[in-house]
């Protein structure tokens, strides 16, 4: 990354067995935070010595703070199932899905939220689709890009959010024959909280006067996205 030789921070492989064709998949996960160039970044792959690799598209991850915007809570569900619908490979569409789950959200104040998937090969009209909790959504081929071979797939899961537990479920959907051989990679849920979800809460450290020069410490428990704060005591 950027001339830098990187070590995977994590590892994810799926293999199906299909016939012949019968090849190990899998996804390489890195952290380039601190090789990270704003004016732009370079990926090079070289397989080690033995080695042969059919590569699907590299893509880039960025999550950046800034003060001026509303709060977003961000969960990077990173994976790799290789799933297909198919009769006569004895698999269902329920075997054919993959789960992506996020665990401790809060949907008070919520603006909205967004889940992205991220699979390779997943091209096939008709042949997919997503589910959000309970909510069902179109498949993944019109997001598809031929030439990396990956698609990103925008859900607008508002609707659907609850507090606590999510759960994203990615399906080769069998439709005649057979559903969309496909790669789950990433699943991204991003909730974005409204501006007006703040809650003023400031206590004050007893006792509250005395002699002065006197000093009083408040305790600051207030909730949402702070931007700025005014102190007026009456005087």
């Keep these: 990354f950027n001339g830098n030789t990187v070590t995977p921070a994590a590892t994810y492989t799926d293999r199906k067995g299909f016939g012949t064709y ?59 199932d290789n799933v297909w619908s198919r009769s006569t490979y004895s698999t269902n569409n329920d075997e054919a899905t993959a789960y992506a789950n996020f665990a401790g959200v809060d949907s008070s104040g919520v603006a909205n939220a967004q889940a992205i998937a991220i699979l390779a090969s997943a091209g096939d009209a008709s042949k997919s689709k997503f589910f959000f909790n309970s909510n069902e959504y179109t498949g993944f081929w019109s ?32 439709t005649a024959g057979n559903g ?45 996205h702070i931007l700025s704060r005014l102190w007026d005591f009456g005087d």
Excluded: C, H, R
């Excluded at 998949?25 to 004016?39: E, H, I, K, M, R």
């Design 143 to 174: 997001n598809y890009l031929g030439t990396p071979q990956i698609g990103f797939s925008p859900y607008d899961v508002t609707a659907a959010l609850t507090s606590g537990a999510n759960t994203a479920k990615l399906q080769s959907y069998d």
């Design 22 to 80: 019968d090849y190990p998949y899998g996804l390489y996960v890195f952290d380039v935070t601190s090789l990270f160039n704003p004016a732009g970044n370079s990926i090079t792959i070289t397989p080690e010595a033995g080695n042969d690799y059919s590569i699907n598209g590299a893509y880039l991850i960025v999550v950046y703070q800034d003060a001026g915007t509303t709060v977003k809570k961000i969960w990077i569900n990173d994976e790799y």
């Design 180 to 224: 969309d051989n496909m790669y789950v990679m990433n699943t991204i849920l991003i909730v974005e909280k409204s501006e007006g979800s703040v809650s003023a809460d400031f206590t004050p450290a007893t006792p509250v006067s005395g002699d002065k020069p006197y000093t009083v410490a408040f305790t600051d428990a207030s909730t949402g």
